[in-house]
């Protein structure tokens, strides 16, 4: 793993999230650590027993971008961020494997997953072309160092978008970094998978739920792991454990800052032991609260 490339492509999520959330349609032509967005990707959101509606008015939303260095136009990265809907998913529990059928007979991979795959495209148009057709197109026939990344549902998407990229086009080997990613497919996919996209790095939080989701033996992790131990600063809640800036701080040991509400309290000093009466008192006031 090259860490300080882990650390660009998750800042570069974490823009992507950003984004979203500040309500961005199309990230086309923003800039972000020095790279130039050049596509916005769009998706279908995660249908779950607990969204099953689907309106093609709401539902489908930009998930990332494709960008290129600026300074280096021939290395491009495809940035995917997560969604809410992975904890629906995980409430569901039922997590179904079915046949990847953008690639027959390479295995299971769960169905939530591969449905919203198959929706990632170019524009918000249903009928629009998927990102993997148009890829060769919007990059051109140049020399191109590709790397894909993704966090959370996000490295679900680009794990299977990493397999059908060096099986169907030109991009023959690309480069992979997930972060905080579920299992996504059973053995026979993952060891297609591990063949097809040797450089796969899996950046996993010990404690995060999500990296634990779904189970073996049904569904393996693929790609090379590195695990990460959380330490006692973060705060211990399944969002936390999960978070990107939280991936971030414990990659860079600290140096990159956690979300402020991620930071566990800093317990207070122990009062002073008082003797007699006070002390006596201080129990039965104790007993009444």
Not at 143 to 168: Q, Y
Not at 246 to 271: D, E, N, Q, R
């Amino acid at each position: 793993m090259n860490l300080p490339l882990a650390f660009q492509l998750g800042a570069l999520i974490q823009d992507a999230y950003a984004g979203f959330k500040a309500g961005l349609s199309d990230y086309k032509g923003q800039q972000y650590h020095g790279y130039t967005v050049i596509q916005t990707i769009y998706a279908n959101n995660l249908a779950t027993d607990l969204s099953v509606k689907f309106d093609p008015l709401v539902d489908i939303v930009p998930m990332g971008f494709v960008a290129y260095n600026t300074a280096t136009p021939s290395a491009v990265v495809i940035v995917m961020r997560g969604t809410e809907g992975i904890w629906q998913w995980i409430q569901d529990a039922k997590i179904l494997p079915i046949p990847f059928s953008a690639i027959p007979g390479t295995g299971l991979t769960e169905d939530g997953f591969t449905d919203m795959y198959m929706s990632l495209r170019i524009a918000p148009d249903p009928n629009s072309p998927r990102l993997v057709d148009a890829l060769e197109g919007l990059l051109g026939d140049g020399d191109i160092n590709l790397t894909i990344c993704g966090h959370s549902l996000g490295s679900a998407l680009v794990t299977l978008l990493a397999l059908e990229v060096a099986v169907k086009t030109r991009f023959k080997q690309p480069t992979l970094y997930t972060f905080a990613s579920p299992r996504v497919g059973d053995p026979h996919f993952a060891s297609y998978f591990n063949v097809a996209v040797p450089n796969c790095y899996r950046i996993a939080n010990r404690m995060d739920i999500v990296t634990h989701v779904a189970t073996p033996p049904l569904y393996i992790h693929v790609g090379d792991e590195t695990e990460l131990n959380p330490g006692s600063n973060i705060a211990d809640s399944l969002l936390c454990m999960h978070d990107m800036a939280t991936y971030l701080f414990m990659l860079s040991s600290g140096a990159i800052a956690l979300s402020p509400s991620c930071m566990k309290p800093v317990a207070a000093p122990a009062p002073p032991q008082a003797g007699g009466l006070i002390a006596e008192v201080a129990v039965v006031i104790e007993k009444v609260v």
